[in-house]
């Protein structure tokens, strides 16, 4: 890794995938890391649930690790999410995103075999071996139908020392405390869920990993970053003051509601998406740009 692993902290917005009559954009993908980059965010997520990755070949998936990584050009870290639906491809985007560069690889948990907790546990430290790289688990139990226990990553971690973190997708407040208290303070734990992005940093966790962070980069870092430096009288503000957009994501599938709220803040040229997702319908856009204009963000 070109960073200590001090820098996996803070906000790590999941990028999402831009498209353009069917391909992906990747004028629009640089136009967007610089984004986030230059809004302050202390790294990037590149094909986490919110670039719609099963949407994409495993060659779209390594072309945008590559394009993050020179656009970030040192500046943060790039987390790639290397996950696939069996090993072997796992496999391949894991050593594909090491070759681009990436500076750490996040696997989601196996998702719809729904394997048992051990042979979750003999899959990571197996992939773990196979790379020079800190591993962060993603945790999403509600998309992958499985839970990894705390226990299990505890496992995990002891016999793969580069497994470094979770990211945890679930509203279990106590599987976070849980982990800390077998893993160590140091063990990375990122939030998954948007809306408890503060009260998961205030019991330890280490970042976000909040799809906001594609509209707003400057006050989602600022919310990670007063929460790491204990003055939770300001996180907790932010937390409120973040609070509709964040609901907002999940008004539909995300990154549907995301991807229209960049495109009406000129973020995105276009809130395209790739069957079987859809972009927003007439009633959601409705909704959204009044809410956009009750915060403030557009007229």
């Not at 998406?273 to 856009?285: C, I, N």
Request: hydrophobic share 45%.
């Amino acid at each position: 890794m070109k960073f200590p692993l001090s820098a996996l902290q803070g906000s790590f917005p999941p990028l999402v995938t831009p498209f353009l009559d069917g391909e992906v954009d990747l004028k629009a993908y640089q136009s967007l890391a610089s984004h986030i980059i230059d809004g302050g965010s202390h790294g990037i997520v590149v094909n986490g649930t919110t670039a719609e990755p099963t949407t994409l070949t495993i060659a779209e998936r390594i072309s945008l690790v590559d394009t993050a990584v020179t656009v970030s050009a040192g500046r943060v870290p790039v987390v790639a999410a290397t996950g696939g639906q069996n090993f072997r491809e796992t496999v391949e985007l894991s050593d594909g995103a090491e070759e681009c560069g990436a500076d750490a690889l996040m696997i989601v948990t196996p998702y719809f075999i729904k394997p048992p907790v051990r042979g979750m546990v003999e899959y990571y430290v197996e992939l773990a071996k196979r790379t020079k790289l800190p591993i962060l688990i993603y945790h999403i139990p509600g998309r992958a139908g499985v839970s990894l226990p705390p226990t299990a990553i505890a496992e995990i971690a002891r016999r793969a020392p580069n497994l470094v973190g979770v990211k945890h997708a679930s509203t279990d407040l106590a599987f976070v405390t849980e982990t800390l208290a077998l893993c160590g303070p140091d063990f990375k734990i990122f939030v998954g869920l948007e809306e408890l992005s503060f009260p998961m940093m205030a019991i330890g966790a280490a970042g976000l990993m909040n799809a906001a962070g594609n509209l707003v980069p400057e006050k989602i870092s600022a919310l990670a970053s007063a929460a790491l430096a204990g003055d939770m009288r300001e996180a907790r503000r932010l937390h409120y003051e973040l609070f509709e957009i964040n609901q907002a994501i999940f008004w539909d599938t995300n990154p549907i509601p995301m991807k229209y709220m960049m495109r009406r803040l000129g973020i995105l040229p276009v809130n395209e998406h790739r069957l079987p997702m859809v972009p927003a319908s007439a009633d959601l856009e409705k909704r959204l740009d009044e809410l956009l204009k009750r915060l403030g963000l557009s007229s």
